[in-house]
């Protein structure tokens, strides 16, 4: 069964705006990681937070963690058409890497 | 990160045959991983494949549908067995590694089962 629940499903902004996607989860974990699927492709692993750590960015991507709300957010800032892809989370507790459903996010030219 | 590859990229499958996916990893690494993505759904592991014993399958996954092999730390196959439309979906072969086990996907097998 799927551990992450994102929020939303799908997102659609213009072009220069900022994205924001949430994920929480249910059990206690080691890390959490955000990945990028374009058209049902291979998934880009876009950032890894390890559970001691509360905030972190890589370019113009910023990923905060809360393990006391159980919950992550991915923020995008100044999005691109290239952007448009589908957003995963994953929380990785003893062995396993278990995915979120996902956000579609759609940028706007 | 890994360098993973996966052949084939994609098949078109009559109903009742088997399919071998092939992922090939540019580096040794213990454990690879096998998941499905059903079409507009999220990834499901099916299976955790180590090197020199049986791989193990999660909830809802069997040996006879989804047999695995495992002959050394670079190479992985996941066969798709007597196939049905609903096996129709993307096929990740996956590896972790590093000091916090980042997770580093192929390209994804897309399966159609006619």
């Known amino acids: 069964s799927q551990q992450g629940e994102e929020d939303p499903q799908a997102l659609s902004i213009q072009e220069g705006e900022n994205a924001t996607m949430n994920c929480s989860y249910k059990?206690?974990?080691?890390?959490l990681q955000w990945y990028r699927q374009n058209s049902g492709r291979g998934l880009v692993h876009l950032i890894l937070i390890r559970s001691n750590e509360r905030e972190k960015h890589s370019g113009r991507l910023r990923v905060t963690l809360d393990t006391s709300k159980k919950s992550s957010s991915l923020l995008i800032t100044a999005s691109r058409a290239a952007d448009t892809a589908s957003y995963f989370c994953?929380?990785?507790?003893?062995?396993?890497?278990?995915f979120g459903q996902g956000t579609r996010l759609t940028i706007n030219p | 990160s890994a360098v993973i590859s996966q052949k084939p990229s994609r098949d078109i499958c009559q109903r009742g045959t088997s399919l071998t996916i092939q992922c090939q990893v540019d580096s040794q690494v213990t454990m690879m991983f096998w998941y499905r993505q059903q079409p507009g759904q999220s990834l499901t592991l099916i299976a955790t494949a180590n090197q020199g014993s049986e791989a193990t399958y999660e909830s809802g996954f069997v040996i006879d549908k989804f047999p695995i092999s495992r002959p050394n730390l670079t190479f992985s196959t996941l066969t798709v067995s007597n196939m049905s439309p609903e096996d129709s979906s993307i096929y990740l072969c996956s590896v972790a590694g590093g000091d916090y086990n980042e997770q580093f996907f192929g390209p994804g097998t897309r399966l159609t089962v006619l």
């Open positions: 994953a929380t990785r507790g003893a062995q396993k890497l278990v």
């Open positions: 059990t206690s974990i080691n890390n």
